[in-house]
């Protein structure tokens, strides 16, 4: 994937360019807004690493003039922020311009990751017919799972509550949230009932190593996939 | 404060009166006194060797009808001889000796004071000198009823006066009693201008207090402005150290190296940590908080509910919520950083494995938050001193800055609510903020 970093301050810049190319993407990297806005003027970058606190034109500005620009450049560039300002109303702004996800720093690197890796998924899935979580598969346009590579059988509620899921890999998704998803199908659904559908997901899904966590008294989070043969869990 | 000019100004209102209306009464007694001296004048005789004077009783008896005063005469030839009449009736006192027309002066017979004319009676060719005196009973009575009839209306018009003033200061200060009331009841965090109602006069006041309380606003802003510049200009280069900590960490390293690296690391999340508690304690300073708006309890710890979970998971800690919507006035970064203060102590404190609840709601009227955690609890002795900043208690591990519950504090009085850390359901302590009624 493609990545672009916008961030002035040269040990951060260096050290993320460090971290996501070890992930496997082809990073670059600039310290000035205007450099950003011409540099996605000209080439499809797969997600942009925003921050706040530029010289100059800042990174509100920056996002404005992407997401102005983004009309006539095919799709929206998924973009995740970072501030250094912990406002409130500056986060509010940022996502209120289109910002896909912020992040207040200081972070640690294994959540930048995740929130990267999640954003790209995303950023797929809208575009892509195919969803991959690990040894999970859902072909959107069949509306077909597999798991292992072996067919999934899933009721339309089951599927609804994991499509909610996947598209926020790693964040807590409440069950208001996901009853909002959900629902349409006429009746009223009850949290009961969300409790339900991710109960048989996890009996499905847990014995292939994809984890739901339940978060006591407010949703879910569907884990990153780890894979257990891998380097260190 | 107003009686004494008031009293002067009645006693001297008093004497103005008095004067004028008893000189024309004592002038008419006095008259009355000549016309019984000329009468006396009547009875003197003129005999070849000198003079006598005789008086009928029935005149004596007219004399003497008066109830209240005494009258007294004395009759005196041109010569200087007593002819009649009681002689001990002091003379004119000189400086009369050469003045004309009426002459009256006061005395004292017999030990009581007295009112004498003297009058001069023609008698053959020479003229004689008659004494009439009476005691002052009268006058003495007459002057009270002057004196307490003039100032019977003047009192009436002091009190009258006094009523009217006292109201009138009274609803002329009212505008400044209501400014001065309205300055007490504010919070001390609370710089908006005051309303610039009321009269003329106290306009001028409200504007001054109005420029100085803007200046102060404006003070608060720039330090607002600055604090945020600050955070900013720590918080990025802190960013880039953990980067690179936690790339070094990533690599294969010795293990001195690694162990001094992890130590780094660890110092600088400490190093955030502290610079976050130290922007939400000064932005807790009166004066320094944004405006209070009305926001949900709920909705905030909704929002930071992804960071705390991910630190809970760090540490094992099974991180719940009962969350009921509690709406309250007040500063949304600061009541979130009392809630994450809360939630990270519990989540530092308790033991692996445990189990800790955030709530927020309504309770007995009052909105409230509160974390609950399973943990060693506090124990009741350490309780108010775990309240002050810096302070840990003695062999708590973990690397906490003893900051956390003196900023929850401080925040909670901030927005005027108070803070509570009792025992928890399950051991371990509940500790939160009640709010005000709003």
Known sequence: MRLLIVEDDAPLASGLCRILEAEGHAVDVTSRGEAAVAAAAQERFDLVILDIGLPQMDGFEVLRRLRAAQKDNGGPVPVLVLTARDAVDDRVRGLDLGADDYMVKPFAMPELTARVRALLRRSQAHHGPRVVHGPLVLDMVARRAFLKNEPLELAAREWAVLEVLLAKVEKIVSKEAIIQAVAGWGDDLSPNAIEVYVSRLRSKLEPAGVRIRTVRGFGYMLEEYKDLQGLQG | ?438
């Not at chain 2, 008419?28 to 000329?38: E, I, K, N, P, R």
């Not at chain 2, 400014?179 to 965090?189: D, G, M, Q, W």
């Not at chain 2, 690694?258 to 190093?271: D, F, G, M, Y």
Request: proline share 7%; with cysteine; hydrophobic share 45%.
């Open chain 2, 1 to 438: 404060m107003l009686l004494p000019p008031i009293a002067a100004v009645l006693a001297l209102g008093a004497i103005v009166a008095y004067y004028p209306s008893i000189e024309p009464a004592t002038e008419a007694y006095d008259q009355a006194l000549v016309d019984v001296g000329v009468s006396l004048g009547a009875y003197i005789r003129s005999t070849g060797s000198g003079y006598r004077f005789e008086l009928p009783p029935a005149v004596e008896q007219v004399l003497r009808r008066d109830r209240a005063d005494t009258l007294y005469y004395r009759v005196i030839s041109p010569g200087g001889q007593e002819i009649g009449g009681d002689e001990s009736l002091p003379a004119p006192p000189p400086e009369f000796a050469t003045s004309e027309g009426l002459v009256s002066y006061d005395a004292v017979l017999r030990g009581a004071p007295v009112r004498v004319v003297s009058v001069e009676a023609p008698c053959g060719r020479s003229t004689c000198t008659v004494l009439v005196a009476e005691t002052t009973t009268k006058r003495s009575r007459l002057a009270r009823e002057i004196l307490i009839g003039s100032l019977f209306p003047e009192l009436l018009i002091a009190a009258a006066t006094l009523v009217i003033v006292w109201f009138g200061v009274k609803r002329g200060l009212a505008p400044l009693a209501r400014l001065s009331e309205e300055i007490k009841a504010r919070s001390p965090v609370d710089l908006r201008p005051i309303e610039a109602e009321g009269p003329e006069e106290t306009r001028p006041l409200v504007s001054a207090l109005n420029g100085l309380l803007a200046e102060v606003a404006q003070a608060s802003r720039s330090q607002q402005r600055f604090l945020a510049d600050a955070a900013h200009q720590l918080r990025t280069p802190l960013a880039g150290l953990q980067a690179h900590t936690e790339l070094a960490l990533a690599q294969p390293l010795p293990e001195p190296c690694r162990l001094q690296i992890e130590q780094v690391h660890e110092s600088t999340i400490r190093t955030a940590r502290l610079a976050n508690q130290l922007l939400a304690l000064a932005r807790a300073e009166p004066g320094a908080r944004g405006e209070a708006v009305e926001l949900d309890l709920k909705a905030i710890a909704g929002a930071e509910a992804e960071a705390w979970v991910r630190g809970a998971l760090a540490r094992d800690i099974d991180l719940g919520f009962e969350l009921e919507a509690a709406s309250v006035d007040g500063d949304a970064f600061l009541l979130r950083e009392a809630m994450s203060n809360l939630v990270h102590n519990a989540i530092e404190y308790s033991h692996r494995g445990g189990r800790v609840t955030v709530r927020t709601g309504r309770r007995n009227g009052h909105a409230y938050l509160e974390v609950e955690d399973d943990g060693p609890g506090i124990a009741p002795q350490e309780r108010a001193r775990v309240l002050e900043r810096f302070y840990r208690v003695p062999g708590t591990p973990g690397t906490g800055s003893g900051l956390g519950l003196a900023i929850v504090r401080e925040i909670a009085a901030s927005h005027a609510a108070s803070m509570f850390l009792d025992d928890g359901a399950a051991g371990g302590c509940r500790v939160g903020i009640t709010f005000p009624h709003g």
